[in-house]
């Protein structure tokens, strides 16, 4: 407890540079040291209480759902989304989840004649369009509005799962308390991302398929679905006001996080398996206060800092890249840097990237089964565009250039009525799909700025998975 109260005081001596906010006396602007009211007894007793400014700073993100279907048609439609992460300064809920937010689609990019005519080619005469969207304005459930200027992030824009270390497979660590208390608090943060999904008017199955089969069509709309997640920066900060800070708070700040603990970060270095090396530094910021019970040990703003430790590339004859790292250094808003033993425990995935979580801080990207159904049936009009009668037999050859480009090459078979074409045609699309599906370059892990993550502190760590040495101090 006595080395808490020093971590605490030392923490709050530096505290006016957090998040752009700042401690100081009541009514009055001058910062309070806490360390000269400490050193005498009457000082402390006649000390005005500590308070805090409460500043969400620029740059922050807000994670945006889109809580419908929008049909993109041009520059200036409305879109309206939810809140699905909470927003604090310092140790203040400020923003909850699930607050409405409002935007609109700000630009549309016009198709290139290069991918016009490639899409033509294929049978798409609506090649789908590059867009970008902006949000304006939060909407709180008392009914109050905060204009917000932001920029969406680069690399957000799709539809998000939350993932889990582990999940799908039994840990081969031994369980002990504290990471008992952790896959408690993962399966927590699950539920409370289910509840805020459920905000979400996320399509049916009956609608997917629907819009499916619509896509499939040469002539179709471009649609925006609903549960697509976007990161929104700040470009200018908010401000709440302030609020004091108990003394219970003050002596808690800065301590050793218990173990057991889970934080809720968001990515600050971007990382992707391609590009990504060995070694690279990694950082994270809290997103949220961690409590132990009533008392603050790290408020919103905190960073932990670690290391790539393992990294493979995609690769060709379709083998996916993989990325593992580590946290090993808790650093307090202005506070002493501590070392810790902290683990990855969760992230948000794209679920087209088909990522999955080990139980040590892995991410890899896996191909999903439907690949060898989408294989089979390429082959299988291969071989039906070979088993025909001569060039009498229409319909092996439709089916040959079916295989090849869809509705333009089912028209040139028919057109052509020759077989050799048709099986040309047939021989193509099964090539092209056994390269795509299993012979080219697989699909590395990609972590865009402000993703979400969970952090554990104190559960079971490979300690070869540990090189401090490769983090600059």
Request: one cysteine or more; proline letters at 7%; a neutral charge.
């Amino acid at each position: 407890m006595a080395t808490a109260r020093i971590i605490g005081t030392t923490f709050l001596l530096f505290v006016p540079a957090l998040s752009g906010g700042q401690i100081a006396r009541a009514q009055d602007s001058t910062p309070v040291s806490v360390a000269s009211a400490a050193s005498s007894p009457v000082a402390t007793a006649e000390a005005p209480p500590v308070v805090v400014q409460l500043t969400v700073p620029k740059g922050t993100p807000l994670q945006v759902a889109l809580d419908q279907e929008v049909r993109l048609r041009e520059a200036g439609e409305p879109i309206h989304g939810r809140l699905m992460q909470p927003i604090y300064a310092f140790d203040k809920l400020v923003i909850p989840v699930g607050t409405e937010v409002t935007g609109r689609i700000s630009k549309v990019d016009p198709i290139s004649r290069k991918q016009r005519t490639l899409s033509i080619l294929n049978a798409e005469f609506t090649p789908p369009h590059k867009f970008e969207v902006e949000f304006d304005d939060l909407i709180l459930k008392d009914g109050k509005h905060i204009p917000v200027h932001t920029v969406v992030a680069p690399g957000s824009g799709q539809v998000i799962q939350l993932l889990s270390a582990g999940s799908g497979e039994k840990k081969k660590t031994v369980k002990d308390e504290a990471s008992q208390k952790i896959a408690e608090a993962k399966q927590q943060a699950k539920q409370d991302w289910q509840t805020a999904m459920d905000q979400v008017k996320a399509p049916g199955k009956k609608h997917r398929i629907e819009r499916f089969a619509i896509a499939q069509l040469p002539v179709h709309p471009q649609y925006i679905e609903a549960g697509t997640l976007y990161f929104a920066e700040l470009e200018d900060p908010l401000d709440f006001g302030t609020e004091p800070l108990s003394a219970t708070n003050a002596t808690s700040l800065g301590a050793t996080p218990p173990p057991g603990s889970l934080v809720h970060a968001l990515l600050v270095t971007p990382l992707n398996s391609g590009i990504t090396r060995k070694g690279a530094e990694v950082e994270a910021v809290l997103s949220q206060p961690l409590f132990d019970g009533d008392r603050l040990i790290l408020p919103q703003g905190s960073r932990l800092r670690g290391s790539v430790v393992q990294v493979q590339p995609a690769r060709h004859m379709h083998r996916n890249g993989q990325i593992r790292l580590v946290f090993h250094q808790l650093c307090p808003p202005s506070g002493a840097t501590q070392e810790v033993a902290a683990s990855f425990e969760g992230v948000q995935s794209a679920t087209g990237d088909h990522v999955k979580l080990d139980s040590e801080g892995g991410a890899q990207a896996t191909s999903p089964k439907t690949r060898y159904l989408q294989t089979g049936f390429e082959l299988g009009l291969a071989a039906l565009s070979a088993s025909g009668d001569g060039d009498a037999d229409v319909s092996n050859h439709a089916a040959g250039g079916a295989g090849g480009f869809k509705l333009v090459g089912i028209g040139l078979g028919i057109v052509a009525r020759s077989e050799p074409f048709g099986i040309a045609m047939g021989a193509y699309g099964a090539s092209r799909s056994v390269y795509t599906h299993f012979l080219s370059r697989g699909r590395d892990i990609d972590f865009p700025k402000d993703t979400a993550m969970e952090i554990g502190f104190g559960g079971k760590i490979n300690p070869h998975l540990h090189p401090p040495e490769t983090v600059k101090q």
